[in-house]
């Protein structure tokens, strides 16, 4: 079983200003690694992407989930959460991940939340849990 010492977690895509590159440059950030620097074969089948996304936050040391273009004036955590609750697959994934993280107590405790590159307390999340 491999360990991650660090892994990101955030919108690809802000969608204010379409800046594509915002995991990974957040990744860089905390000096963590991203979904797409472990799997390289781009599968598209959401089964499998999503056992993988949950085996990764398993085997991660800690996670950092950047909030950054999640939240704004017309979402707020709980829009999020329940967002996720629907389920994995395409224009969900990010939503669907926090979800994951905020409904299993050991995700939970190991991940740090940011937003506009600050870290953020849990108190942020956690009236969004359960």
């Given amino acids: 079983?491999?360990?991650?010492?660090?892994?990101?977690?955030?919108?690809?895509k802000h969608p204010s200003h379409g800046y594509r590159h915002l995991l990974g440059r957040f990744a860089q950030h905390i000096n963590g690694i991203t979904y797409w620097d472990i799997y390289v074969d781009d599968t598209l089948d959401a089964t499998v992407m999503a056992q993988r996304l949950v085996d990764m936050m398993i085997n991660a040391k800690s996670i950092h989930f950047n909030l950054d273009g999640m939240i704004s004036g017309e979402s707020d955590p709980t829009d999020i959460y329940q967002s996720g609750a629907l389920g994995a697959g395409e224009g969900n994934w990010t939503?669907?991940?926090?979800?994951?993280?905020?409904?299993?107590?050991?995700?939970?405790?190991?991940?740090?939340?940011?937003?506009?590159?600050?870290?953020?307390k849990h108190e942020l999340t956690m009236n969004s849990r359960r």
């Fill in 95 to 120: 939503n669907w991940e926090f979800y994951i993280i905020l409904s299993t107590d050991a995700l939970f405790g190991k991940t740090t939340f940011y937003f506009n590159g600050i870290i953020v």
């Fill in 1 to 12: 079983m491999l360990t991650y010492e660090r892994v990101a977690f955030g919108l690809t």
